[in-house]
């Protein structure tokens, strides 16, 4: 119940999905949590109601982590809120499947500016915050290493997580902040879902290749960002958690 007593977290796109559940599994183990949302303002205020109803801290924090300033907001929001910055999980995340002939710069431009600028930017802004046995967790997708046809862009974009947790696990590592990504298989979420990929043929054939086989549930993947962001894991850094019920 108090692993994360005193620390205080920010958690991008907190308003539903993954990071929904993060949000809410960080807050009961005692963090404070800061809940970014970009556009479901509701969704995010659902998740503050449910922490503060279980005794819990959190605040909605609006901000698109692909805008310097607005990223820089949503860490300002944990200062001033709570006057420390201890975990950053950097969630928020769109997903998108095109073929090679259907992709659009537009499209590569919008993935990119969310999935990997806006990583870096909030990382950029947290860093200076952040001190001895703070933890960083990028969310990266296990499609970086299943290559799924149809998602150049996509799994692009998760590829540069990979890379990027294991340069700032080397560049962080004098300042003892650990770095980490946490790699899921498919898992039924509201994006999921609405981009279709729950109940199809796509879903069922991960399924088919998945040992535990079933969709990752938000709860998989929050149980495991906690961990990492527990002292638990305080010997961990630069790692990929593969996260999928054995998926790979
Ligand atoms: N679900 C899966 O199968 C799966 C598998 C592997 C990896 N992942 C990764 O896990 C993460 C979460 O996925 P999910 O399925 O939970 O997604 P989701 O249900 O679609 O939720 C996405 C979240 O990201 C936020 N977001 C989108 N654009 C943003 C922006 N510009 N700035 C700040 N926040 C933004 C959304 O905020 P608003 O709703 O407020 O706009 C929402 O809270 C993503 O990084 C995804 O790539 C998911």
């Known amino acids: 119940m108090s692993k994360l007593k005193g620390k205080v977290a920010v958690v991008t796109g907190a308003s539903k999905g993954i990071g929904a559940a993060i949000a809410k599994s960080l807050a009961t183990e005692g963090a404070s949590v800061v809940v970014n949302y970009a556009s479901s303002k509701s969704g995010a205020d659902t998740v503050v109601a449910a922490i503060t109803a279980a005794g819990g801290k959190a605040v909605?924090?609006?901000?698109?982590?692909?805008?310097?300033?607005?990223?820089?907001?949503?860490?300002?929001?944990?200062?001033?809120?709570?006057?420390?910055?201890?975990?950053?999980?950097?969630?928020?995340?769109?997903?998108?499947?095109?073929?090679?002939?259907?992709?659009?710069?537009?499209?590569?431009?919008?993935?990119?500016?969310?999935?990997?600028?806006?990583?870096?930017?909030?990382?950029?802004?947290?860093?200076?915050?952040?001190?001895?046995?703070?933890?960083?967790?990028?969310?990266?997708?296990?499609?970086?290493?299943?290559?799924?046809?149809?998602?150049?862009?996509?799994?692009?974009?998760?590829?540069?997580?990979?890379?990027i947790t294991g340069v700032l696990a080397r560049e962080l590592g004098a300042k003892k902040i650990r770095v980490n990504s946490i790699n899921p298989g498919i898992v039924d979420t509201e994006g999921t879902q609405t981009a279709g990929f729950i109940g199809s043929d796509f879903e069922k054939s991960l399924i088919a290749q998945t040992p535990l086989g079933r969709a990752g549930r938000p709860g998989d993947i929050a149980s495991v960002a906690t961990f990492l962001a527990s002292d638990d894991s305080n010997w961990i850094t630069g790692e990929l958690i593969i996260t999928s019920g054995g998926l790979r």
């Open 60 to 163: 909605a924090v609006g901000g698109d982590v692909s805008k310097a300033a607005e990223a820089k907001g949503i860490i300002d929001a944990a200062i001033k809120n709570y006057g420390r910055l201890d975990i950053l999980v950097n969630n928020s995340g769109v997903y998108e499947f095109s073929s090679i002939e259907d992709f659009t710069e537009e499209q590569f431009h919008r993935i990119f500016n969310i999935n990997v600028l806006g990583t870096l930017l909030t990382t950029q802004a947290a860093v200076k915050h952040l001190g001895e046995g703070a933890s960083i967790i990028n969310i990266g997708s296990g499609v970086s290493r299943i290559t799924p046809p149809n998602s150049a862009v996509y799994t692009a974009t998760k590829g540069a997580l990979d890379a």
